[in-house]
């Protein structure tokens, strides 16, 4: 629209202005042509009192609030009038009006066109009700008719500067004139007008009866008059403006929507300023407008209203009480803020900011409500880091932290637009994927793991992960639970299958998993009811073919069949149920070696494996010592078995000092394959080495075998370490264990023993000795 066009309303209230102010001009002139046809007759002292008088009186108008939030403003100058009136020819009369008129508007600091009107209307309508009286009234002076005609010059008076005024107002805003003309309150405003004009008939009579300076006797109440009303006029006004303010300090309490909170503050502009042309704007107020700033995050904001018509002096306090209303606002904005920040501090993981378990299922729950009927299946993907717990370990928590950051950033980057992407706690993220077809949701996923691989630096190391992945694909009926356990599932399958790949779940997986906690809901009744048998397999001394000691191993019969050691002693250790497994065996241990040491004479070790884990365990020196109290004699040996790779810190091995401290001796179990690695001899407080049975397995018919085997006793003998042998099955096996130098070789296996209840044991080692004896002997 062109600005011209856009301006069009206000250039014809401006025209409008200027007309309705020629045509009082006019008139004005008209009437000092009449007054000053005969000069001698005008009254100058009168005149200036009248004019000081209108201009001073004008200053104390009321206001009768319409309700609505607008308000009718009354000003008792025209009683000035209407004295005139009754005691000068009509001209002269209106000739002072005018003046006065004039005189206020002149030094008033209300803007142009707002004056221009003023002048106009003024003498517009004194003009008009001059007409009325002096055509009511006749000749009639003094009497009650006179009295009518000044009431009705009043009211006309009244009713031509609403009507004009209305005009205006209707052509400046482009709106119709009736809701300007029909306004509330307007027979209350009529009714205290037109008594009050009265008053100036008053002063009238009084003139016209006694000397003039009587009159003076209105002027004390008068002007108490004039002062009440102002006061009462400000006071009410204030009033009117607090109980705005209140009125929206409290419901800014109950909005929780950032429309309503924007709604409830235009509306509360509207009736604080009693103007109907407020907005919110995001630039300050410019010309002809005041406003006031909305504190609002990434977002600034003014309350703006239109105040051209405005009297200055007045701009100053509606600033300010603007201000205190978009303080309320900014309080409720502040408000929402804060609890938007809550939520998403409590659905966000708030090291990666990425969203939480919470926010993932919320998310999953509503992309299967609108997958329902779709093509492309809703998947979710499940992701554990292989070897993130070593990272922390060797570089630290705050290295830890940043590759998880990093990798955060990088999975965001990664996955875009195309899914969800959240971490559901230590080294589990998840994603989530919607509208994609399933060879793409694929694709994405290979390039996550591809992403999860790439070398970081951090902290001046370099680093790479690899991630175990899972994926499943919604099935009818699913629910988010239910997918995020199947996809949690299937990264299980990753992990047991050699990690760093993905494996897509499907119902065998389902199955194995359901197998696997009824396993290990059996299991748990077990150790309850100590249903964990142990029995025992001898250790001998290979020179001299004799017991040393044995080893405890653990043996459970589910349902009258034995499950493999392997099978539930991994299942107690994910399920959190080796602590307790261990202390049934050890108790069982320490039962076992009180009838064995009553039965048997000489030096005896027992050893026991022990779960990295039950090391860390407060209890667990207690019961240690406690066992080692109870076996004396018997030296226990604890065999550290750990299929994930020890977490070695200070806890354990504190815990493994004091244990020491005791008299009980550490191995090193399944030495040479997986994790048990040769750091561990350094890292911990460690006796004996338990070379696994894979080393011997072929050492007579392969001769690195052997060589690799005779490596590892030589690296123990130099280490002061004692070395045992697993998994001696052949006489060949021994005899080359025979042939190798230094002291106290140790084997165990089926040539010799198989495992074997306590009582069994007892047996043979009370036999064993007594060969040994026999041997001596
Ligand atoms: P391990 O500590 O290395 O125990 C030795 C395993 O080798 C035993 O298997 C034993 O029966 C087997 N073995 C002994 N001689 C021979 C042989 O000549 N040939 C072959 N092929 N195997 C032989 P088992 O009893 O099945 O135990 C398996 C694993 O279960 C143990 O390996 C140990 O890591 C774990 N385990 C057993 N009992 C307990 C326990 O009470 N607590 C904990 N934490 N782990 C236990
Ligand atoms: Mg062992
Ligand atoms: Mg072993």
């Known amino acids: 629209m062109p600005a011209f066009l856009a301006r069009l309303p206000e250039l014809r209230a401006w025209g409008f202005n200027v007309l309705v102010c020629c045509a009082g001009l006019a008139l004005f002139v008209l009437a000092c042509v009449e007054a000053f046809a005969d000069a001698g007759t005008v009254p100058w002292a009168m005149c200036v009192v009248g004019v000081v008088l209108t201009v001073v009186i004008s200053r104390f108008p009321i206001v009768i609030d319409r309700g609505d939030g607008g308000g009718i403003e009354i000003g008792f100058d025209s009683s000035i009038l209407m004295f005139m009136l009754c005691t000068l020819d009509l001209p002269e009369a209106l000739v002072v009006w005018s003046c006065g008129v004039l005189a206020t508007q002149v030094i008033s600091d209300r803007r142009l066109s707002s004056k221009l009107f003023n002048i106009g209307v003024g003498i517009l309508a004194g003009f008009l009700a001059g007409l009325v009286l002096v055509e009511v009234r006749g000749d009639s002076i003094g009497t009650p008719r006179e009295l009518a005609a000044v009431a ?130 995001s630039s300050p107020p410019g010309r002809g407008e005041i406003g006031a700033p909305v504190q609002r995050r990434g977002m600034p904001s003014w309350v703006v209203a239109k105040a051209k018509e405005r009297a200055r002096s007045t701009i100053g306090a509606d600033e300010q009480a603007l201000r205190a209303l978009t303080a309320v606002a900014s309080d409720a904005f502040a408000r929402l803020e804060l609890i938007d920040e809550m939520v998403h501090i409590a659905r966000h993981d708030p090291l990666t900011d990425l969203p939480n378990r919470g926010i993932l299922l919320d998310r999953v729950t509503d992309a299967l409500a609108r997958g329902r009927g779709h093509e492309a299946p809703v998947a979710l993907l499940f992701i554990d880091l292989d070897g993130f717990k070593p990272v922390n370990d060797r570089f630290g928590h705050a290295a830890g932290d940043q590759l998880l950051v990093s990798l955060a950033g990088r999975l965001r980057a990664l996955v875009g637009g195309a899914g969800t992407v959240a971490r559901l706690g230590g080294d589990e993220f998840a994603v989530l994927f919607e509208d994609l077809g399933h060879d793409d949701v694929v694709g994405v996923c290979e390039r996550v793991l591809e992403a999860i691989q790439q070398e970081v630096s951090i902290a001046g190391h370099r680093i790479s992960l690899r991630g175990s992945a899972g994926l499943a694909v919604a099935a009818p009926g699913d629910s988010a639970a239910g997918l995020l356990r199947n996809a949690d599932l299937a990264m299980y399958v990753s992990k047991e299958e050699g990690r760093g790949r993905l494996v897509e779940y499907d119902a065998s997986i389902g199955r194995a998993r359901l197998e696997r906690l009824e396993l290990v809901d059996d299991l748990r009744g077990a150790i309850e009811r100590s249903e964990i048998e142990v029995v025992y397999q001898p250790v001998l001394l290979v020179d001299e073919r004799r017991i040393v000691g044995a080893e405890a191993l653990a043996r459970w019969n589910r349902r009258g069949r034995p499950v493999p050691p392997d099978v539930f002693i991994k299942a107690a250790e994910e399920a959190g149920l080796i602590v307790q497994l261990g202390d049934v065996v050890l108790r069982k241990v320490v039962a076992d070696s009180v009838r064995l040491r009553e039965a048997v004479d000489g030096p005896f070790s027992m050893a026991i494996n022990v779960s990295a884990r039950q090391l860390a365990e407060p209890g667990f020196v207690r019961s240690i010592e406690q066992a080692t109290a109870e076996a004396a004699g018997v030296t226990l040996i604890l065999e550290i078995t750990e299929r994930e790779g020890i977490d070695v810190h200070e806890r354990m091995l504190d815990a493994m000092h004091a244990i020491r401290a005791a008299g009980v001796e550490f191995a090193v179990d399944d030495f040479g394959v997986g994790f048990s690695s040769i750091s561990y001899l350094h890292d911990l407080p460690v006796q004996v080495i338990k070379a696994d049975s894979s080393l011997s397995q072929g050492i007579d018919t392969d001769e690195r075998a052997w060589a690799l085997l005779r490596s590892v006793i030589a690296m123990g003998h130099t280490l002061g370490l004692a070395v045992v042998v697993e998994g001696i099955e052949r006489e060949s096996q021994l005899e080359l264990l025979s042939g190798v130098d230094g002291p106290g070789l140790c084997a165990q296996g089926y040539l010799m023993y198989r495992p074997m209840p306590a009582e069994q044991l007892i047996a043979t080692v009370v036999a064993d000795r007594q060969d040994a004896d026999d041997r001596v002997g």
């Open 152 to 281: 009705l010059a009043a009211a006309a008076y009244f009713l031509a500067d609403l009507v004009l005024s209305a005009v205006s107002v209707a052509i400046s805003t482009s709106t119709g004139l009736g809701q300007h003309l029909l306004q509330r309150q307007m027979l209350l405003a009529l009714a205290c007008f037109v008594p009050f004009d009265t008053l100036g008939y008053l002063g009238a009579m009084v003139y016209r009866s006694q000397p003039w300076w009587t009159v003076m006797l209105l002027g004390g109440p008068l002007a108490t008059l004039l002062v009440a009303t102002k006061a009462v006029t400000r006071g009410s006004e204030h009033a009117r403006r607090l109980t705005v303010l209140f009125d929206a300090a409290l419901r800014a309490q109950t909005l929780s929507d950032r429309n309503q909170i924007e709604e409830a503050l235009v509306a509360d502009a509207r009736r604080l300023l009693r103007l109907p042309e407020v907005a919110l704007h």
